[in-house]
Every structure is written in structure tokens, then in C-alpha cells.
């Protein structure tokens, strides 16, 4: 079978001038996340303010001075997109003469032996190059973001982003690929059976001009999308209960999903900020078109998400960027062992267990807050609630199968499989691979409570049962590479008390001028991106340095 590659290599310099697209944020209740780490970029549909914030903020450059002392020491810990948008503004405010070298001394410290944080990519022994997480890059509503990302890239692919989902349990279908629906499910309405489409129909027509009251995300889902959607697509994926082994033993059953936790413990603000609409007369003028039209409709319109072509991965970004700064800055494979808030020291431990001391006037950290919370000991009892993440990825050789040739992610809903996501991340460029002739290559995610146990080897079965099971491989599929990687946390939680808390929290660490920011930092999904992420390390830059007030991130 012939290797049909589904980017495309007539590639766009870095002007800029891709094609608007919808990224996973766009998407209904997912993640992508995944995506982790300061991760998937996207033009989301956060409030339109903060494009204005923006704006005043750029004014401030040229009306506002240093409002800190000469000599000002400023430590940031992790060193990933939130933290090189505090680079990119302090460097960019030297530059134009604001402040001088002389005024600010940095230090960034990062666990890890390379810059990108959650944004990373790792290249496996077996040559296979695993994004952690879901990281395509749409047109960012942050200028400055856009500016600096694609001075970092000589060429990218444009990829026609295709997302599926699942919907076996509706269409119960021989044919693996029709039980598949365009992702968001909410705009697949026309593909629906006609009993089940026609429901879905009548649910909205009785929703419209009602006012929206709710108080957690399942009331939000019902009161926005209906019962019927609730229960085919959302409930279902938020949470999913699977059967995975537990430590030696085997038989638990553990919630196997994005978030992990019931639909009516998350908030229901996230949703306004991250989840699309529906247009109930486009969905109603498509319900009469048969699939096959429904399909060519969608290939007209398929909007495209941009992908760097000569790089093995989108960490590879950060790593350029990283070096426009000076290498003393960085200090890397040190751990963060402890703030003294008396003396003002961050302390470290390296690789031989060597303990370092850095003096601070400010901490920008990217920590997630419960671990924060633990080593300044300014707060205690955090109560804010995460899942964390199991990355698989197979390489397989070819021959791959068609439909998959053209689709970039797919999202699974039943507890049938114990991942939520697949993505197909050797359609996005020819380096993510040994050799692009011979190999393909999946990503799987799976969400797990905090807390809980694995067996390594038996995810590994489960996620490959689950390929074939959903016609995604074959059995006759060689398999020649099996990475897995947990990352401890993959995605912060929107539970109901979650903003209350959070600003307990921030309070606390900027009463000692301890500055929490990023994806776990900030422990706001709806603003978890890697522009968002830049963003708030730009913004931060300006309320530490110029007292301008920040505009993305708020509590």
C-alpha cells in the first residue's frame, strides 16, 4: 500500500500568513490538550479584552519607568513558554532602552537538561520523536507571540486539521471508520441517526432565548447543548470508567478520562472561554445532505494548523528561542528544593545532590501550586484537584491505514478504551520518524486520577487492544516502537471552588512577592496554551517590573 502523506510540503515561510484554524481549545471538552505542558496553541475564544490588554500594556513601554531597585534579582523557575515570555519582555524592554542590563539579574532554573517545559518533544532510542501532548499552533490572537514563534521556524507544514470522535455506540457500524463523526461532536449533529439527529434538534429549538443559569458543567452542557448530547458524547468523555491492573492486582475500576471527576464538580465558567456554540440554522439546513456530501462539504472547509517541517518536534521551538539569551542564565537539572520567604533564597539541588543558593527581590514560578505551596511553606491545604497523564506512543511500519492517513487526532468517549485521544503525529512531518518511508507512528493519551496505580506493560496491551479495536491498526500491523511517559500532571481541573482557592493562593506567594504563572502555575485550563503561557510571562514581566496590571491572567 502506498505511503499517502497528508501534509503538505508545499510549505509557507515564516510570514505569518497561515490559515486561521480552530485548535484543540476550540474543541468540545477536550484537551489537549494534552494540550499539556504549557501546551497547545490555538486562536481561542477567551474574552476579547485581553487583545485591548495587550495593547495598554505595549503603551506602558514608553510611559512608565523601573519601579524596582538597580540589581533587581529575579529567579524564575521551569523554563517553559511562560518563561520565555518573561525573557522575551525583559530583553525586549533592555532593548529599547526602558531598563539596562545593569538594573535586573536573572536566573532561570529547570529540572530537566533542555528548555520547553511541558512543550517538549523527546526523541525516543528508536529514533521515533513524541510531542508531550497535542502541540499544533493555529494563528494566535497574541501578536507578539506569533512574532516570536515564527522567527523561530524557517519553513512549516500546513496541515488540514481533521479531528474524529468516536461515536460507535450510535452508528454500531461493521466499518470502523463510519462510526466516526467530525470533532466537535456538537456540529456532527446532521450525521446522527435520524431519530437521535431529530432529538437533538428539537432540545436546541427549546434551549434558545432561555437564560443560562448553572452552577457546575454538567447543568452548563444540558442548558447549552441539550440531554441527548449530554449523554451520547460529554458525559460519557468527562468521565469514562475503564478496568485497568492496579499495582500487582487487577479488576479495579478507575476513571479513565480527560479530567476525572464528575461533570458537576468542574465550573462552568471554563466552558464559556473554551467551548464553541452551536449554530442551530447551519446544523439544520446540513441534516438533509446525505455523509458522503456531508464529508465533501468538510474537505472544502477544513481549516489548516501550521507544524514546523524540518524539526523532530515542536520543542524544538523553544530550544531557538532559548538561544537568543545568554547561556549563563539557564541552570539546568537543578531541582528546586526549598524558598526560604525570610531570607529570600531559592535553594537547589543538582544531579550529585550539591545544594546551590540563589538570592531573589521576585520568583516567577511555573510550579504546579501544590508543589509551590510545599517548598516556600507560605500556604497550606491546597485544595485544587489535577489528573495526570499516561503518553503511548507506537511506531509501526507501513503499510498504515487509509482513513487514519487523513486524520490528525481522534477522540474516544466509551469505556471500551482506555485512552481518550489519539493523535496521528507522523501526519504532520516527515522527522517525527526513522524514515518517512518506511514508518508511521501513534500518540495515545490517557487520563488517570492523581493518585492512582499502573501497571506500565498493561496500558501498553490495553492501548494497543483498543487500536485494533477501533480500526486504527490491524493485527498484522508490525509494531517496532513502544514509548510511554507519565506525566504527573496533565491537566489542572476547573472544579467548582476552583477560583476561590486560587486567589487564597496568589495572595499568599505575592505577599512575598512570589509570582505563580503557566499552566499549572496559573491552574487555569481555559488559558493553558503555549501563547497563553508566553503571554502571562510577558504580563508578569510588567506588574514586577513597571506595576502595570495584567490582563490574561486574573483572580
Known amino acids: 500500500m502506498q505511503n499517502i502523506r497528508f501534509h503538505n510540503n508545499n510549505v509557507s ?12 481549545s476550540n474543541d468540545v471538552y477536550s484537551a489537549n490538550d494534552n494540550d499539556n505542558g504549557e501546551a497547545d496553541n490555538n486562536n481561542n475564544d477567551d474574552d476579547d479584552d485581553d487583545d485591548d490588554g495587550v495593547m495598554v500594556t505595549m503603551m506602558f ?10 540589581g533587581f534579582r529575579l529567579v524564575i523557575i521551569g523554563a517553559g513558554p511562560t518563561a520565555f515570555g518573561m525573557l522575551h519582555r525583559i530583553y525586549s524592554l533592555i532593548t529599547e532602552g526602558i531598563i539596562s542590563k545593569e538594573d535586573i539579574q536573572i536566573i532561570v532554573l529547570e529540572k530537566e537538561d533542555e528548555v520547553g517545559g511541558l512543550a517538549r518533544s523527546v526523541t525516543d532510542e528508536k529514533g521515533f520523536t513524541w510531542d508531550l501532548g497535542v502541540h499544533v499552533l493555529g494563528v494566535s490572537k497574541y501578536p507578539e507571540f506569533e512574532k516570536v514563534i515564527n522567527s523561530a521556524v524557517n519553513k ?9 470522535a468516536d461515536l460507535a ?8 471508520y463510519s462510526n466516526y463523526v467530525p470533532y466537535p461532536v456538537q456540529h456532527s449533529i446532521p450525521y446522527f441517526p435520524p431519530t437521535i439527529r431529530q432529538k437533538c434538534i428539537n432540545e436546541l429549538k427549546d434551549l434558545q432565548g432561555l437564560p443560562v443559569n448553572c452552577s457546575n458543567f454538567a447543568e452548563y452542557s444540558a442548558n447549552i447543548f441539550g440531554n441527548t448530547l449530554l449523554d451520547i458524547f460529554i458525559r460519557p468523555y468527562n468521565p469514562s470508567a475503564a478496568n485497568v491492573v492496579i499495582g500487582k492486582e487487577s479488576g479495579f475500576t478507575v476513571f479513565v478520562s480527560v479530567w476525572t471527576v464528575e461533570l458537576e464538580e468542574m465550573n462552568a465558567f471554563w466552558a464559556w472561554n473554551r467551548i464553541p456554540n452551536i449554530d442551530l440554522s ?5 441534516c438533509g445532505r446525505s455523509r458522503q456530501e456531508l464529508e465533501n462539504d468538510l474537505r472544502s472547509s477544513m481549516a489548516c494548523f501550521k507544524y514546523p517541517r524540518d524539526y523532530k518536534g515542536v520543542g524544538k521551538i523553544w ?15 537543578e531541582r528546586v528544593r526549598r524558598i526560604d520567604i525570610e531570607a529570600k533564597k531559592v535553594i537547589t539541588e543538582d544531579l550529585n545532590r550539591e545544594t546551590h543558593s540563589y538570592d531573589y527581590n521576585a520568583v516567577l514560578s511555573t510550579l504546579p501550586i501544590p508543589e509551590l505551596s510545599k517548598i516556600s511553606a507560605v500556604i497550606s491545604d491546597v485544595n485544587l484537584k489535577h489528573s495526570k497523564v499516561i503518553l503511548v506512543g507506537l511506531g509501526l511500519k507501513y503499510p498504515q491505514c487509509e482513513w487514519t492517513q487523513f486524520v490528525t487526532w481522534a477522540y474516544f468517549p466509551l469505556p471500551d478504551t482506555i485512552f481518550y485521544r489519539c493523535t496521528f503525529l507522523s501526519n504532520f512531518n516527515d522527522n517525527l520518524t526513522p524514515d518517512c518511508n518506511q514508518f508511521w507512528s501513534v500518540l495515545c493519551e490517557i487520563g488517570l486520577e492523581a493518585d492512582a496505580n499502573f501497571v506500565e506493560e498493561e496500558v501498553i496491551v490495553k492501548v494497543i487492544e483498543g487500536l485494533k479495536l477501533k480500526g486504527i491498526i490491524a493485527d498484522n500491523n508490525e509494531i517496532v516502537d513502544k514509548w510511554l511517559c507519565i506525566l504527573p500532571y496533565g491537566y489542572p481541573i476547573p472544579t467548582v471552588n476552583r477560583d ?14 512570589i509570582y505563580s504563572r503557566g499552566r499549572f502555575g496559573g491552574w487555569k485550563y481555559e488559558i493553558s496554551n503555549q501563547d497563553h503561557c508566553f503571554m502571562m510571562g510577558m504580563q508578569c514581566a510588567d506588574l514586577i517590573l513597571l506595576e502595570v496590571k495584567e490582563t490574561l491572567y486574573t483572580f
Open 13 to 24: 515561510d515564516n510570514d505569518g500568513d497561515d490559515d486561521n484554524i480552530d485548535s484543540n
Open 61 to 70: 513601554w514608553s510611559m512608565s519607568s523601573l519601579k524596582v531597585d538597580k
Open 156 to 164: 512549516w507544514n500546513k496541515v488540514r486539521r481533521s479531528a474524529k
Open 169 to 176: 455506540h450510535l452508528f454500531k457500524s461493521d466499518n470502523s
Open 282 to 286: 447551519s446544523i439544520e439546513l446540513h
Open 319 to 333: 530550544k531557538k528561542i532559548a538561544e537568543r539569551y545568554p547561556e549563563s542564565i539557564f541552570h539546568f537539572q
Open 500 to 513: 476561590e482557592e486560587l486567589q487564597r493562593c496568589h495572595e499568599a506567594f505575592q505577599a512575598h512577592n
